[in-house]
């Protein structure tokens, strides 16, 4: 019987069939494979909890943390942290060779110093001395001036002596101004070179300080990638820091997965450094693009329960919750034929629903009861 069965199903165009006649095959076929024999195995339709949830791996990072790279190529010349040192913002960590660049330095405090203000106070007091004296000559020369001009209209003096004093007079006018200018040129021209001298030393010193690499948080040096005389370039990483005491969850959550995850759900994490043992996290942050190579999206997690000790880049796997249904119907999912049937005790097919489902049981939703006896073929 079994054997006919099975011919006729091969013979038969099945998908031409309508969803009434798939039903009725399917029933056949599963009333007769357990009516070919006794040996099948049975379980009872059961209340208990089942949770849905997805797969993530990851690892453990720090707060903030961060490879330190320099921005400029050159040879290790110092190597002022070692691993496990606790630093704070601004502390060097390693310095790059670049005796150009003190000289560079140097050259401009030279010439910071020789445009200064205060050092070329004596070129504008000689300027302003050669103001005064013209104010005063000018002066002199306007009073004489008018004295010449009541002697003329007292009929005292010639024309001639009225001629000399007002050209002594617009002499002295166009002294006095144009010392005048000179010296207000001069000192926009002292503060001019002053200011771009100090832009200079400026810039001097802020290229000098790419060949010094420091940190940009307090916190700790977990890893010192080089050592001195070692040749680095902008694309070498040089150190690892983060901050201590203060760790996330990276995860990577298939494509496929994403668009189940948000923000609050539960994780429950497990980690080879504490085998045995599960952790509790939350969703925090989604980042919302998609690693082209890994085809998968990176999600943030916090811990809420924690291990004693962390490390970074600690490798974790990761179940996040996404939903859970407490005292449903329940029975194994290798009791579950084509997706939607069922086979009673009595060798009865029965159509049912399935809602979560794990990897080992599933949720019947409708379809059969609470104590319902369902047999298998093992």
């Known amino acids: 019987m079994c054997l006919l069965l099975l011919i006729f199903k091969s013979s038969y165009n099945y998908s031409v069939m309508d969803s009434t006649g798939k039903y009725f095959l399917l029933g056949c076929s599963l009333l007769l494979v357990f009516s070919c024999g006794e040996n099948y195995e049975t379980t009872t339709v ?47 960590i390693i ?53 010449q001009k009541r002697l003329k209209n007292q009929g005292v003096g010639t024309e001639t002596e009225m001629e000399r004093r007002e050209l002594n007079y617009r002499n002295s006018m166009t002294q006095y101004q144009s010392s005048k200018i000179r010296y207000e040129e001069l000192k926009r021209e002292i503060d001019f070179q002053d200011r771009q001298a100090y832009q200079n030393l400026k810039i001097s010193r802020a290229l000098e300080d790419d060949f010094l690499v420091t940190s940009r948080l307090d916190g700790v040096v977990f890893s010192v990638l080089m050592e001195k005389g070692e040749l680095v ?76 000790q962390l490390f970074p880049f600690l490798t974790l796997e990761a179940n996040i919750l996404i939903r859970e249904n407490k005292e449903t119907l329940l029975v194994p999912r ?44 093992p």
């Open 46 to 92: 059961q209340r208990g909890n089942i949770s849905e949830s997805v797969y993530a791996s990851g690892i453990v990072k720090s707060q903030g943390q961060y490879q330190a790279y320099a921005s400029v190529s050159g040879l290790v010349d110092e190597v002022y942290a070692q691993e496990g040192d606790t630093v704070k913002k601004g502390d060097p």
């Open 95 to 147: 310095s790059i060779y670049n005796e150009s660049g003190k000289l560079n330095r140097e050259s401009a405090e030279l010439a910071r110093a020789f445009a200064d203000q205060q050092a070329n106070q004596s070129r504008l007091r000689d300027l302003e001395i050669a103001v005064e004296l013209a104010k005063s000559q000018l002066e002199n020369d306007s009073l004489m001036l008018e004295r």
């Open 233 to 308: 370039s902008p694309q070498t990483p040089l150190a690892v820091l983060g901050q201590a005491g203060a760790y996330f969850l990276e995860l990577q959550v298939d494509e496929y997965d994403i668009v189940k995850v948000k923000p609050g759900q539960k994780v429950f994490v497990s980690m080879d450094s504490y085998r045995g043992q599960s952790f509790e996290a939350i969703i925090t942050k989604i980042n919302p693009i998609l690693n082209q190579a890994s085809k998968s999206f990176t999600v943030e997690a916090k811990f809420t329960v924690a291990p004693d």
């Open 334 to 377: 290798n009791y579950i034929y084509q997706e939607m049937f069922v086979v009673t005790e009595d060798k009865d097919t029965l159509e049912v629903e399935m809602g979560i489902r794990d990897f080992q049981k599933v949720e019947l939703l409708n379809g059969v009861d609470e104590g319902t006896k369902l047999i298998r073929r």
